[in-house]
């Protein structure tokens, strides 16, 4: 049970990032910086 419940938030925690990631790349087109990554 427990072990599922941190899939699912380290799943969705994935897709989050993700999500920040193509949002700051489409914010930050002209330049040639990288997203802040952990």
Avoid: A
């Amino acid at each position: 049970m427990i072990f599922t419940l941190f899939m699912l938030t380290y799943r969705e925690n994935k897709v989050k990032n993700s999500i920040i990631y193509f949002v700051w790349g489409l914010l930050d087109k002209g330049k040639k910086k990288k997203p802040f990554t952990k």
